[in-house]
């Protein structure tokens, strides 16, 4: 085997220890080489673990950024730092992932895609839901036009009471937002895949903060603080595309619901529907008669079988480091998340104003 990937990481918090450094670890093509993080306790320990013989730690990014020798950055980050660094990365010659949502605002994410562009590097956005079995699976389906024209499509990203109480979650400069921007990003860039369209007319939002100023609330991760929380706890939209399809998009962190699920999709087409209710389940019309079917994933109770274990992020990991390797095009591409954005970013704006947006 030839030179191997030599990925940096820049943020090493929750996200980049849960999904991002143990993923790339498992390449044989990759070495991370360098970390860098604002608290640099964090980056040394990250180093011990998953770094490379010779890997370097770093107490300013743009040093990193001037190493000749990586090829990848991974920027694992607040909202607020992504296209800042980001654009600094693909600028320094690395091919960049940056972890989802692409920017905290449209304008910054059309830099992204610019730089990217300009730079001819490659640029993904960190949608592991894509590499989901479920997912895959789906996609493949709506690839092959088996449900039609999808022109109704519920996103959905609705906890009942899981507020994330640690880090930035709750800081509005910092994340641009809440349950929306943080989960509702997963669930709305989901379905436009499926759906495979990007061309919003108009989005109609509503945001709300009823349950954030109650103390000791009952939460997954313990009761937070009413101080500190700045964002929205659920917000909606209602989305109208160019040729006339509309999207539903529900998220929160806080709400009083039994109806919760995250990351889903259900998409209803003209010949076809399917949802994620439970399971992966696809419905239609069969020689006059309606049928539901459920669609099994794993190995379905064979002995000896353990069916695909590769997790999403080991997927999405692999699937992008292919990408540099053989020049192709990243799974996730930044004219896509970008879209995603600049819809996240109508709901917030709608939700204020009390007006449509329109594109």
């Not at 009761?223 to 040729?243: H, L």
């Not at 999709?265 to 019309?285: P, S």
Request: charged share 25%.
């Amino acid at each position: 085997m030839g030179k191997k990937l030599r990925v940096g990481i820049i943020g090493c918090g929750g996200i980049a220890n849960g999904k991002h450094m143990p993923s790339l670890a498992k390449i044989p093509e990759v070495e991370i080489v360098a970390f860098y993080d604002v608290f640099t306790e964090q980056a040394q320990k990250a180093a011990m673990e998953f770094g490379a013989v010779d890997a370097k730690v770093y107490s300013d990014y743009k040093e990193l950024l001037q190493e000749d020798a990586i090829d990848v950055v991974h920027v694992c980050t607040p909202n607020d730092s992504h296209a800042e660094i980001t654009i600094a990365a693909l600028e320094a010659g690395k091919h960049v992932m940056c972890e989802k949502p692409m920017a905290k605002t449209s304008e910054e994410a059309r830099k992204m895609m610019e730089a990217a562009k300009r730079t001819g590097k490659k640029l993904s956005i960190g949608y592991q839901n894509r590499f989901r079995p479920d997912s895959q699976y789906l996609h493949k389906i709506c690839e092959q036009g088996a449900l039609g024209e999808i022109y109704f499509a519920k996103a959905l990203a609705i906890r009942r009471r899981a507020v994330p109480t640690w880090g930035v979650f709750l800081d509005e400069d910092k994340q641009g937002g809440g349950p929306l921007i943080d989960i509702g990003t997963h669930a709305l860039d989901l379905t436009l895949w499926m759906m495979n369209n990007y061309k919003p007319k108009y989005v109609v939002g509503t945001t709300y903060h009823k349950l954030g100023s109650r103390r000791n609330a009952a939460n997954a991760w313990g009761p937070w603080d009413p101080e500190k929380f700045k964002v929205e706890d659920s917000a909606f939209g209602f989305i109208v595309m160019e040729n006339g399809a509309t999207i539903v998009l529900e998220s929160s962190w806080a709400l009083n619901t039994l109806q919760v699920g995250e990351a889903k999709t259900l998409l209803v087409g003209t010949e076809g529907g399917a949802d994620m209710e439970d399971g992966l389940r696809i419905n239609g019309e069969h020689l006059g008669r309606l049928y539901m079917q459920k669609i099994q994933l794993d190995g379905g109770g064979v002995d000896f079988y353990d069916g695909a274990k590769e997790k999403p992020a080991d997927l999405e990991a692999r699937l992008w480091i292919d990408s540099i390797l053989h020049d192709t095009e990243p799974v996730v591409k930044p004219e896509e998340a970008l879209v995603v954005t600049q819809i996240l970013e109508a709901i917030y704006e709608s939700a204020k104003t009390g007006a449509p947006v329109y594109f």
